[in-house]
């Protein structure tokens, strides 16, 4: 089992920046692929970002190219999500995922991961 433990959310204002970190406990060997989602009231969880065990592949959502960067630091079992020119429709818990043992290569859709952390919530005011 792997255990995920997310911190750095907050209240911002709009064009502000926010850094969330994501630590990792537990069976954290895997080499597995790890991604951020974000779910708002009322709507579907969704990607945001998500980034291989060896951190040389990355994929974004649209609505956060340019301005969110993913980082993960094997050595600390911990990965990170820069989020810079923060907008209000950026609001929502924003929740860590791991993929399974060896699933190395990141993947979009929530189903494809197997662990979750409880969630930081981030609201940014206008």
């Known amino acids: 089992q792997v255990q995920l433990v997310e911190s750095g959310g907050g209240l911002v204002q709009a064009g502000g920046s926010l850094r969330l970190s994501c630590v990792a406990s537990?069976?954290?060997?895997?080499?597995?692929?790890m991604g951020w989602f974000r779910q708002a009231p009322g709507n579907e969880r969704e990607f945001v970002a998500a980034?291989?065990?060896?951190?040389?592949?990355?994929y974004y959502a649209d609505s956060v190219k340019g301005r969110f960067t993913i980082s993960r630091d094997t050595a600390k079992n911990a990965v990170y999500l820069q989020m810079n020119s923060l907008k209000p429709e950026d609001t929502a818990v924003y929740y860590c995922?791991?993929?399974?043992?060896?699933?190395?290569?990141?993947?979009?859709?929530?189903?494809?991961?197997?662990?979750w952390g409880q969630g930081t919530q981030v609201t940014v005011s206008s």
């Open positions: 995922a791991a993929r399974g043992p060896l699933q190395a290569v990141p993947r979009t859709t929530a189903g494809e991961y197997d662990y």
């Open positions: 537990g069976r954290t060997f895997n080499r597995g692929a």
């Open positions: 980034i291989s065990w060896s951190g040389t592949i990355t």
